[in-house]
């Protein structure tokens, strides 16, 4: 796990800013991504430069170093990631006449490359990985980011010259980049709490979009293409879901389940694991304990708030799989000490309040191991997410239902006060018993009015639901949300919710945030549900081996008993957040009060201060607007500590 950096001018004869200095500044703007060693590599003839930061986990030897040239001398990489099939690749390598020095993936993944092709090695690679390799013979400069989107890397062209970095800090060490606020991605994360790939916070600067390619030519072409298409793999498998026999699809996804966290544990430094007490950190825990040589370390964080605590279930798994189990309880000085970190951690206005809890968790686990493994990702390749309960239920209710019904319905919920709505979701028997009933009434409800599923679900997740509005100049930029085709090529409604997370909210906030709160304190993160292998079976599974009867997760949850009981397991889903509401009427207050200040907000013109300022008072009195008020206060923060941004 690493920072990578660097540039390629992409004319010959071309101009631009290709020094050592440069260089050398935009590797070590991500020195914290790399603390055990650096290297550039520099070619200032052909205008070509790479810059690594080395957070050192396998071959802690030379022999693993960055940037890395073949042995045929032709080929230069850097590289960020883990692919844990470069023993096969290797075996493979050994029948040529190309040898390795080390043991390094790093070296494996190159070599190959130089042996049968980039375009031939990619697909072969099981693992998380961002990479740039460049060939010496033909001027050309490959970026590669994973299927998944786990591993960050930005781009952009400045002064004819493409610079690349897996953060956008990276690219701001570049002279002559004039940093610019896009407005149209400012309303897309108005919308989400994150800004949706390709778009970045920048105009004229993008993130390479998981699963994809990015190839330049000496002519200065720089095109795009996917080597994994995760749409086309779902629209192809959603015919034939029925087909499969029940229990040997458990059996086979148990089989690959092992499978991926066996590859997952080859490390030379020390392992744990990120365990919330859910199913799925869970599952990851008990196939570690089960797979490692050795006790496994577990990490979990807590509060003292009602709601949130999900630290006493992650102490009842552990002590059943025998884990050596830390736990920290966090509490709102701890969010303090961070708030004002966020903006240089992200580099852009990211607003996912479990980023809070998340990089807590990160820095203890840190103190004791150098490598973690969580269990992102199986909400959304398993149908977890409450979220999609609800819609399958509001759809039920509210698309057979009328214009003006739905309308009455909404502010029918509205009316009941949220404490009512609270206490009534506490004391729901069993699976239908909802935390925080009341705030997910005044977040839902507006979408209730929606007949149409895609735009109740587009209504769902959206934080501010007419960004354009709040936005001054803005005009949102529309992706798969809104494509019309995607209910020909996937029909079934649940089926499209967890397509959209998977291609969106994964990627550009959950895996973001994973990154960012684990490499800030050089601990290497690594995601086992996401092993494509995974997904893609996950994907031929019929829908009730996901979602039954109300209980989301169902083979998740057949592989799991098989390990841990159900008892310790089978309680409403909590999902990993903060008391935010009660921070921002508390100790957040005047941090808040500062930064959405009606003058501040008139005197920036970037945003239509009415709503804004309507929100926060109602919040004071007691209404629950945290999440929205949190995008205006990360963009807020964010803007603060880039004062040189041009609006």
């Not at 951690?345 to 150098?370: G, I, M, N």
Request: aromatic share 8%; hydrophobic share 40%.
């Amino acid at each position: 796990m690493c920072g990578i950096a660097g540039f390629m001018r992409l004319r010959p004869g071309g101009r631009g800013p290709l020094s050592q200095r440069v260089l050398d500044e935009m590797t070590d703007s991500l020195a914290y991504r790399g603390p055990d060693s650096r290297g550039t590599w520099l070619d200032s003839e052909r205008g070509v430069g790479f810059g690594h930061r080395r957070l050192a986990i396998r071959d802690l030897t030379p022999t693993g170093a960055q940037p890395m040239t073949s042995g045929c001398g032709r080929f230069v990489i850097v590289y960020n990631g883990e692919v844990y099939s470069h023993n096969e690749i290797a075996a493979d390598l050994e029948r040529t006449n190309r040898r390795l020095k080390g043991h390094s993936d790093t070296e494996v993944i190159l070599e190959a490359c130089a042996e049968w092709g980039i375009e031939n090695v990619v697909p072969r690679l099981i693992g998380m990985f961002a990479i740039a390799l460049y060939d010496k013979q033909t001027g050309d400069l490959t970026l590669v980011r994973d299927r998944l989107g786990i591993k960050p890397l930005y781009w952009s062209v400045i002064d004819g010259v493409l610079t690349f970095g897996s953060e956008l800090k990276a690219l701001r060490a570049v002279p002559g980049w004039a940093p610019a606020v896009d407005r149209n991605a400012m309303a897309s994360f108005m919308r989400h709490n994150y800004i949706p790939a390709p778009f970045t916070i920048y105009k004229d600067t993008y993130k390479l979009e998981p699963g994809t390619m990015l190839k330049t030519k000496l002519g200065g072409e720089v095109s795009t293409e996917r080597f994994w298409n995760l749409r086309g793999l779902v629209e192809t498998s959603v015919g034939g879901k029925s087909k499969i026999d029940e229990g040997e699809a458990i059996n086979r996804l148990d089989a690959l389940l092992s499978d991926a966290v066996r590859r997952r544990l080859v490390a030379d430094v020390p392992i744990g694991s990120l365990l919330s007490g859910g199913i799925d950190s869970s599952l990851v825990t008990a196939l570690m304990a089960e797979t490692a040589d050795r006790k496994i370390n577990t990490f979990s964080i807590g509060f003292a708030e009602k709601g949130f605590d999900e630290a006493p279930f992650a102490r009842e798994v552990a002590r059943h799989l025998g884990t050596d189990h830390t736990e920290l309880y966090a509490d709102a000085s701890h969010a303090l000490d961070m708030v004002e970190h966020l903006p240089q951690w992200y580099d852009e206005p990211f607003a996912d309040s479990s980023q809070l809890p998340t990089a807590l968790v990160c820095e203890l686990t840190r103190q004791h191991v150098k490598v973690v493994l969580s269990g992102d990702g199986g909400d959304e390749l398993f149908a977890g997410y409450s979220r999609y309960a609800y819609a399958l239920d509001m759809r039920k209710v509210a698309s057979p239902a009328p214009g003006a019904l739905r309308n009455v319905l909404a502010r029918g919920l509205r009316a009941v006060p949220r404490r009512a709505l609270d206490q009534i979701g506490e004391v729901l028997p069993g699976r239908w018993r909802i935390n925080g009933l009341g705030s997910k009434v005044e977040r839902y409800a507006p979408a209730i009015l929606e007949g149409d599923p895609d735009t109740l679900y587009r209504g769902m997740l959206s934080h501010w639901h007419t960004p354009d509005d709040l936005v001054i100049g803005a005009s949102e930029t529309k992706g798969v949300l809104w494509d019309t085709h995607l209910p020909t090529g996937v029909p079934n409604f649940l089926d499209r919710m967890m397509l959209i997370d998977t291609l969106t909210y994964l990627p550009d906030d959950i895996l973001t945030k994973v990154d960012r709160a684990s490499m800030i304190v050089g601990l290497e993160a690594r995601v086992p549900l996401l092993d494509h292998r995974v997904v893609e079976f996950s994907w031929t599974l019929p829908r009730h081996m996901k979602y039954r009867d109300g209980v989301a997760k169902w083979a998740l949850r057949e592989v799991l008993y098989r390990r841990v009981p159900r008892a310790l397991l089978d309680r409403p889903k909590m999902g990993f957040g903060v008391p935010l509401a009660e921070w921002l009427r508390g100790p957040l207050r005047d941090w808040a009060e500062e930064l959405l200040a009606e003058k501040r907000l008139k005197d920036q013109e970037l945003f239509t201060p009415a709503p804004i300022r309507e929100r926060w008072q109602a919040h004071l009195a007691g209404a629950n607007w945290a999440y929205p008020l949190w995008n205006v206060l990360m963009a807020q923060a964010w803007l603060s500590a880039n004062p040189e941004v041009s609006l």
